[in-house]
């Protein structure tokens, strides 16, 4: 079996390997520590699945922690994830002792080894207040912000704030999210592994069995939203959507998602979508397992057109998927969905149900133009989405956070 990084050479060419040996050179036995609350579920595991195990390869010595805590702790830092993406939210005192709490102990449980990384990376709000948990720490920390900031419910951000600015720099997928820190901060876009199940090529056959696995007429046009049921993600739109478009042209709609295990508001939000869907035997509400990432890339691949009607995205792997997979994309016109759906070229921007099924019509309609877009999009994936330039940005962090106050960095 070839190593990881030469698996990747094959897609992305000898030089892009070569040139993240040499940035990794001066990190090398580096400690590096990511930390975050889910180890499966939702975009921020899924890129730390593959990022860990490509800096080991590439001579980091990186871990993996998840901080875990109980319902309250969770109910808290939904509210923030909801508050920090604009919706007015009211924390009772307990769930932010609830919060305080669980950071408390795991940094009792986590100190040894935070304290002598090299780097401590903490992703999104749950881990933040650790830095305060590791007064002996001799490395660098990162905040990295995953999530849509651009308009935060003020009160929320104003507690956070107070334990992110006194990271040594924070990391943003896009200029818009940024809010001003008294630190260096960066710009870095999320990617896909093209190697993971998710992502890699499948056979003809796997693809045809998702249509009767779930039930599906591989004789209709098939228009798919994968995501955590979660209100931002517009479930119910998508089904306004469908429903528009079925008035004219036979359709039908898969909803597949799961739960994250730090997500407590799936089921409720779940509820609501199979209510939603009533009995409608083209409406297929599928609730997938953590590790369904085949099923997922089967789904995706068995598309006709891929829906991500968001109406706040901090990114939007589930974008990224099914474009690299050649879909267009109909997405909602927000956060990073815009940095990857190019109006009109990879896919379509909306902001209402009525948008969403007035694209669907056209592209049902306008095939040839369907497959052009799908290729436009597996293109723009090729060349910024793809893991081995996420890696390059991190790496390049790295080496300038270390060179703190140093004009030129010679390599
Ligand atoms: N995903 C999954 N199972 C599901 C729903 C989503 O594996 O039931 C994956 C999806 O394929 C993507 C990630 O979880 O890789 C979701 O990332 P995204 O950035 O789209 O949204 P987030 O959940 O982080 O808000």
Known sequence: MNSLLEQYAAIVGDTVIDQLKQLARPLAGMKIVHVNSTREGGGVAE?????????????LETEWEVIGGDKDFYQCTKKFHNGLQGNPVLIPPAQLRAYERTNEENGERLRQTLEAADFVFIH????????????????????????????????VWKYLRGFVASYDASIWSLADFAQPLPHPLYLIAPSIDPLSQKNIGLSADEVNRVYEQYGINPDLPLITQISRFDYFKDPLGV??????????SPVQLVLAGGGAADDPEGEEVLREVQAAAGDDPDIHVLLLPADAHREINALQRASTICVQKSTREGFGLTVTEAMWKGKPVIGGDTGGIRLQVINHHTGFLVNTPEGAALRIRYLLKNRRKLEDMGRKANEFVYQNFLVTRHLREYLTLMIATMQEGVERIEM
């Open 47 to 59: 890129i730390l699945s593959w990022l860990v195990p490509l800096k080991q390869e590439l001579g």
């Open 239 to 248: 089904i306004q959507a469908y429903r528009m478009v079925k008035e004219f």
């Open 124 to 155: 999104d709000p749950q881990p933040a207040p650790l830095l305060q948990m590791c007064p002996g720490r001799k490395g660098k920390w990162v905040w990295r912000c995953h999530i849509d900031l651009s308009h935060p419910h003020r009160a």
